[in-house]
Nanobody, 116 residues
Framework: QVQLVEFGGGLVQPGGSLRLSCTAS????????MGWYRQAPGKQREFIAA???????NYADSVKGRFTISRDNAKNTMYLQMNSLKPEDTAVYCC??????????WGQGTQVTVSS
């Protein structure tokens, strides 16, 4: 079992920045990759970014160049630095963890609202 807890959401003005964190606990040795997704009201869940245990990263085109995913293995924590935020980035952001056994675990989500 893997437990994930996100922090860092909130209200920010367009053009501003936020950093989300996702801390894993439990069977963290089994995690092969972690990622971020978001879901806006009335829309499907959208992939944002992912990072493997080896540090390889992947981004959705919609956030490439604005968002940066990273992880601190010593703290069992993954981050999403979000810059140049736009109103269309407003959504509930969730982190996930994929284990070597092929299971996916999800955090509870954190709300990000970009508005003036």
């Amino acid at each position: 079992q893997v437990q994930l807890v996100e922090f860092g959401g909130g209200l920010v003005q367009p053009g501003g920045s936020l950093r989300l964190s996702c801390t894993a606990s439990g069977s963290i040795f089994s995690i092969s990759a972690m990622g971020w997704y978001r879901q806006a009201p009335g829309k499907q869940r959208e992939f944002i970014a992912a990072i493997t245990s080896g540090g390889s990263t992947n981004y959705a085109d919609s956030v490439k160049g604005r968002f940066t995913i990273s992880r601190d293995n010593a703290k069992n924590t993954m981050y999403l630095q979000m810059n140049s935020l736009k109103p269309e980035d407003t959504a509930v952001y969730c982190c996930d963890a994929l284990t070597i056994g092929g299971r996916t675990y999800w955090g509870q989500g954190t709300q990000v609202t970009v508005s003036s």
